[in-house]
């Protein structure tokens, strides 16, 4: 039982954000050890040896942890953050979100295109939306996030393009499954550095 008197879900991994002081599943966080330069290395694949230490996966909270020395307390050492620390997370989370969506597509698991999206979600087979962040309003409003599933609009076109060996893609789904599970972890991440809405609309940026 918490202090709240709630079951806790013993089966969610927590950590505690080192700069919000608050702990939450770790699927919110990012993983950080300190290489062996002393700079502040990012895991996301949360494989890396050493102690980690976590930060909530938003953009100003990542900002104070590099200005505000907090890395250093994290790693109970003194370590530095490289001036390009948060485009170096950006840039791998896009890439583990658009490396996922293409497995996915290979084992038959995620469709593109307008209308291959709109029949998976009137016939119950997709778990997640993804739309391009710069694709039109209208277009993107006239499909809807599959109920109890995710939508996030966290990628350009030419990024969800690549998943699919195409020069840009604005719609694509996938199906439930663990590579579907993958995704939503870190295009959740994804969607808290990029600012975009990562909720429960396909309505919405």
């Known amino acids: 039982m918490t202090r709240g008197g709630q079951t806790k879900d013993r089966e969610t991994p927590e950590r505690r954000c080192i700069v919000t002081g608050e ?4 699927a919110g966080l990012i993983r950080f050890v300190a290489g062996p330069d002393a700079e502040v290395v990012p895991d996301l694949a949360e494989k890396l040896p050493g ?18 020395g907090l890395f250093s307390r994290g790693a109970k050492a003194q370590v530095s953050a490289p001036p ?9 989370l ?15 698991k995620a469709v593109a295109g307008f209308e291959k999206v709109k029949d998976w979600l009137a016939g ?19 499909l809807w996030t599959p109920p109890g599933g995710r939508w996030f609009g966290c990628l350009t076109a030419s990024e969800l393009g ?28 994804l969607t808290g550095l990029r600012g975009h809405d990562g909720g429960a609309s396909a309505e919405k940026e």
């Open 23 to 26: 702990t939450q599943p770790k």
């Open 51 to 68: 102690r980690g230490f976590w930060v909530v996966a938003d953009r100003k909270a990542l900002d104070k942890a590099a200005s505000k």
């Open 84 to 92: 390009e620390l948060l485009e170096m997370i950006e840039k791998g």
């Open 94 to 108: 896009a890439k583990r979100v658009t490396d996922t969506l293409s497995l996915a597509r290979k084992a038959g």
């Open 124 to 142: 119950g087979k997709a778990k997640v939306l993804l739309q391009a962040s710069d694709g039109s309003d209208r277009g993107k409003g006239k």
């Open 162 to 189: 690549l998943s699919f060996g195409r020069d840009h893609v604005i719609h694509s789904a996938l199906a439930p499954g663990r590579l579907t599970d993958s995704l939503i972890r870190d295009a959740s991440r």
